[in-house]
């Protein structure tokens, strides 16, 4: 570092004085002034030309069914797994309509991510708590996002159960309270293990600590989301008014009878745009799970063009894609569409703001925060034009709750996509079976799973 790096630089009245007249001299900083002082900055930037030259026709549409509602929660990759799953249960039970139920998914991760949590605590116990990792962890335990490895986890052990199994509770709709608590338990938790380790408690006294913490948080859990059925007596009446009576399934009965998706040939491609990650290698994160000796999450690196690619194809096959995306980037949520060119923030601050993929990546500018279906596709002499997106916002945004996506907003904002193997090479599967590169638990590969 340079002297003159090195020495501080205080904001000057003079400064002050310049940066005030500069702004004064300026009209159309002025006009943008007595806009965004009256209405969302949103509205003063939104290109018209772009969000009226957004057509929400595709050539290719899948669903036809209604939208699910996440509400205040992060469950979108849960959501987004079970609305994939959805699609050929409906088919298997003769009804348009139907939904797993998010409640029974969330309750499970979170007891299964809180053991995994403790499972961390431990292999970082002998590091001080001010660790990097160590305050990492702490600071971002049993959050609701997650990833799509860690709902296989959860469906291969535990299994679904239709939504009126196991409903909504408020806590399951509105997390933050319960969330808070949670969080309080097991800090708390980390502490007393963390200071057990430190006293030179051997492996049987800290499994018993573990286990106390455990029980806590299922205390909280069952409070806050009703207890989980072990069973259902599940009948029906399908759209052809016939009825339906099969008798008690399990939830992992339940699961195998009527998903009709083999979630082990699915694979999670990301485009990680730092050039250090090669392009057809394997990432991992590190700490980055639910289920303790469930799949890990396992991320095949491949350039944005390959996931359109994968993409369009399953879609033009009749079978929904589960993407994750930076989703408020260059949004009109009322409309529901996306463009990489929809808010001209730039005209309206006179100020540069463009920073490529990598760059927004590094900078922390950009990184995954929601998971959704992809529908639709529009495809042109071969290649897509835009996107037809089932969001889990309600119906209330875009067209009843669906929302188009164009290609330019795809190549910018989306990461991730999952898709069939049959979708890639033979060396692209390959590929899969050689081993990730370990990223640390805070890069933004990992995002999603922390929301």
Request: charged share 25%; glycine share 8%.
């Amino acid at each position: 570092m340079t002297s003159v790096q090195a020495r501080p630089t205080a904001l000057t009245p003079d400064h002050l004085a310049r940066l005030a007249e500069d702004f004064a001299a300026r009209p159309e900083l002025r006009r943008s002034q007595n806009a965004v002082t009256r209405v969302g900055v949103d509205e003063v930037a939104l290109d018209h030309a772009v969000a009226t030259g957004i057509s929400t026709s595709v050539s290719h549409r899948i669903d036809d069914w209604k939208v699910t509602n996440q509400k205040k929660s992060g469950r979108c990759w849960l959501f987004a797994a079970l609305n994939l799953m959805r699609t050929g249960t409906k088919k298997e039970l003769g009804v348009k309509e139907f939904e797993f139920s998010q409640n029974h998914a969330m309750y499970w991760d979170k007891l299964e991510r809180a053991n995994y949590f403790l499972e961390s605590v431990l292999q970082t116990a002998d590091a001080p708590a001010d660790d990097r990792l160590v305050s990492f962890l702490l600071e971002t335990v049993l959050g609701d996002g997650g990833q799509w490895n860690m709902a296989v986890s959860l469906f291969a052990k535990h299994g679904v159960v239709p939504k009126e199994a196991m409903p909504e509770t408020h806590s399951s709709s509105d997390t933050h309270r319960m969330n808070t608590v949670l969080q309080t338990v097991l800090r708390r938790g980390a502490h007393r293990l963390r200071e057990l380790s430190g006293m030179g408690a051997d492996a049987a006294e800290l499994q018993v600590a573990r286990a106390s913490v455990v029980a806590d948080v299922h205390r909280v859990l069952t409070i806050h989301l009703g207890t989980p059925p072990t069973s259902i007596d599940w009948q029906w009446t399908d759209d052809d008014k016939e009825f339906h009576r099969v008798g008690a399934l399990t939830p992992q009965e339940f699961f195998a009878r009527y998903v009709t998706l083999d979630l082990a040939d699915y694979v999670c491609l990301v485009d990680d745009p730092r050039p250090e990650h090669r392009k057809g290698s394997t990432l991992t994160v590190e700490h980055l799970g639910n289920v303790v000796g469930g799949d890990p999450v396992l991320y095949l690196n491949v350039d944005i063009a390959t996931a359109k690619k994968a993409a369009t194809e399953s879609i033009v096959a009749g079978e929904p894609v589960w993407f994750g995306c930076d989703v408020s980037q260059q949004m009109q949520r009322g409309d529901g569409v996306w463009d990489a060119a929809l808010l001209d923030y730039e005209g309206v601050y006179g100020t540069a703001l463009a920073m490529d993929k990598e760059s927004r990546v590094r900078h922390h500018d950009s990184l995954m925060t929601h998971a959704m279906l992809l529908t639709g596709v529009d495809v042109l002499d071969g290649r897509s034009r835009r996107w037809r997106v089932e969001n889990s916002w309600g119906s209330t945004g875009g067209q009843e709750g669906f929302y188009t996506m164009n290609d330019s907003w795809f190549d910018e904002y989306v990461f991730e996509v999952v898709v069939s193997k049959q979708r890639l090479s033979a060396e692209l599967v390959a590929a899969l079976d050689t081993p990730p590169t370990v990223l640390p638990a805070w890069d933004p590969m990992g995002a999603l799973a922390r929301g």
